[in-house]
């Protein structure tokens, strides 16, 4: 008898912290953020014309490569867009060419100051794919949740 | 010789008044909303990196948006959207292209707020249908601010919604633009 309700017990037990396990995760795994790159490992580490001529030559490709992977990218800075609400756009590339790689920067990690066009410039983002110039104001690979890499 | 500079001079005005006519961004907002009233939590993400042309001659109107550059609040929701639902490996990008009908009543030299009626074609998820939607065309110290909501029904796009949460999951997307044009100097 004492052997029957200790096991029973035992197993009461193992469900519950079963149950609770599932539980946690689930709330875990349903909460979850998108990871924060700063500390993320590059995938790829490639030049900023290089990417683009990537793309370029084969889209199809170069998606199968890059597209969800984070990619360290070095270039030099052409210009610094920024939207209406205060999100700033590098765009990395060869000044001279209408192409580029527009990287959307993590809200977290806003620059305090401006960086200056031309300057030389690492970025961490994630490569969402690539946008052919088909509207005549030249192609773009565009990356997201992107972080500077101090060199 | 003071023909050939005339002919320069001209071609100068032509290429200048040119390049007034067409506007555009590549920092657009477009974001979509599948909510219901049963959804147990909101369901919508945003792209800040699309990309818009309008031709102020013709009317002539397009969107480009890669599928994968939508942002949403929980990342799980971001993955089901691209895997399960867009399946954005297999179709990157969705675009519309379309006119302006009432183009002629639309003043981009003076600042104002112009309703526009839009008609095109909007490929998305492999699939391509004709839409018509009322908008917003704001016209302000140059720019060009176009903006408009209007519905998706997602399996016209024969984008398809599990049978375990059909009645979490709108099956008409709340579609948004909201996008502020440049002159396209080039």
Known sequence: ?151 | MKQVLILIALFGCFTAAEAQNRFFTKTGKISFDATTSKSPENIDGINKNSTCVLDAQTGDIQFSVLMKGFEFDRALMMEHFNENYVESDKFPKTTFKGNIVNNSAINYTKDGSYPAKVKGKLSMHGETKEIETAGTITIKNGKVMVSATFPALLSDYKVGIPQLVADKVAKTAKITVDCTLDPLTK
């Open chain 1, 1 to 151: 008898m004492n052997k029957k309700k200790k096991n029973l017990l035992l197993f009461v037990l193992a469900v519950f912290i079963l149950a609770s396990g599932t539980a946690f995760y689930a709330y875990k795994e349903f909460n979850r953020k998108a990871v924060d790159l700063s500390d993320a490992t590059a995938a790829h580490k490639i030049s900023a014309t290089e990417l683009i001529n990537s793309f370029a030559a084969n889209e199809t490709e170069s998606n199968a490569k890059y597209l969800s992977q984070i990619i360290e990218i070095s270039g030099t800075l052409k210009k610094m867009d920024q939207d209406e609400k205060g999100n700033n756009i590098l765009v990395l590339g060869d000044p001279d060419s209408m192409s580029s790689i527009r990287c959307s920067l993590d809200s977290l990690h806003s620059l305090q100051e401006p960086l200056k066009p031309g300057s030389p410039i690492t970025v961490k983002g994630i490569c969402t794919g690539f946008m052919a110039d088909d509207l005549g104001i030249g192609s773009d690979v565009i990356l997201t949740r992107c972080v500077p890499v101090q060199q």
